[in-house]
């Protein structure tokens, strides 16, 4: 009985992450077009110069295509990560977090508009950051509705279109994580003046 080795070659592995690599940035492109809210598996191919075969051997289906551009844009916004917030106190360095990486990404606005794919891709890409702000707020322990009013607060406020918006209204763009984390503070503070009531 022989046992085969399993052949790697760092070369192929390499060549075979730029090619993804060139085919999601084939598809952010199309996604970043005004008006445009799907892929063309056709488009991207031409756009990285593969072959329509290679960009569905790499993304079989749009189902692949949108987890994969939630992975790709989460590496070029976050390439560090995203440290969810532990709690109620660290909620206001979470969000100054992802605020500044935020608006260091042009990209970033335009997840803000999201719509068809774009919306899915932002969805995937945020559900575990929304469920740790649900359950930050939870643990003060305020009233019920209180805790409703600052969770939908807090989590209008935890996305890029949060920044955009402000930087729209003359808030220099570097002041904004700022601004936003105090306004978190802010939110915390009240819910924890309504829970010892």
Same mark, same amino acid.
Do not use: C
């Given at each position: 009985?022989?046992?085969?080795?399993?052949?790697?070659?760092?070369?192929?592995?390499?060549?075979?992450?730029?090619?993804?690599?060139?085919?999601?940035?084939?598809?952010?492109?199309?996604? %970043?077009?005004?008006?445009?809210?799907?892929?063309?598996?056709?488009?991207?191919?031409?756009?990285?110069?593969?072959?329509?075969?290679?960009?569905?051997?790499?993304?079989?289906?749009?189902?692949?295509?949108?987890?994969?551009?939630?992975?790709?844009?989460?590496?070029?916004?976050?390439?560090?990560?995203?440290?969810?917030?532990?709690?109620?106190?660290?909620?206001? #360095?979470?969000?100054?977090?992802?605020?500044?990486?935020?608006?260091?990404?042009?990209? %970033?606005?335009?997840?803000?508009?999201?719509?068809?794919?774009?919306?899915?891709?932002?969805?995937?890409?945020?559900?575990? #950051?929304?469920?740790?702000?649900?359950?930050?707020?939870?643990?003060?322990?305020?009233?019920?509705?209180?805790?409703?009013?600052?969770?939908?607060?807090?989590?209008?406020?935890?996305?890029?279109?949060?920044?955009?918006?402000?930087?729209?209204?003359?808030?220099?763009?570097? #002041?904004?994580?700022?601004?936003?984390?105090?306004?978190?503070?802010?939110?915390?503070?009240?819910?924890?003046?309504?829970?010892?009531?």
């Amino acid at each position: 009985m022989s046992t085969a080795r399993k052949y790697v070659s760092p070369k192929r592995e390499a060549q075979a992450r730029a090619t993804r690599t060139a085919i999601l940035e084939a598809f952010a492109e199309q996604l %970043s077009e005004p008006g445009r809210t799907t892929l063309s598996p056709s488009e991207a191919a031409a756009r990285a110069g593969v072959s329509l075969r290679t960009v569905h051997f790499h993304f079989p289906n749009e189902a692949s295509q949108i987890a994969a551009l939630g992975e790709w844009f989460e590496k070029a916004i976050f390439p560090d990560g995203v440290q969810l917030a532990s709690g109620p106190d660290d909620l206001p #360095r979470y969000y100054r977090d992802i605020h500044r990486m935020a608006i260091k990404h042009p990209i %970033s606005r335009a997840l803000t508009n999201a719509k068809g794919v774009w919306r899915e891709v932002r969805a995937s890409r945020r559900a575990a #950051r929304l469920e740790a702000i649900r359950k930050a707020v939870k643990a003060v322990g305020a009233p019920k509705r209180a805790t409703e009013d600052a969770t939908a607060v807090l989590l209008s406020l935890s996305g890029g279109d949060a920044s955009w918006t402000l930087a729209d209204q003359g808030l220099p763009l570097e #002041r904004v994580p700022d601004a936003i984390a105090h306004i978190v503070e802010l939110v915390v503070a009240d819910l924890r003046r309504q829970a010892r009531k």
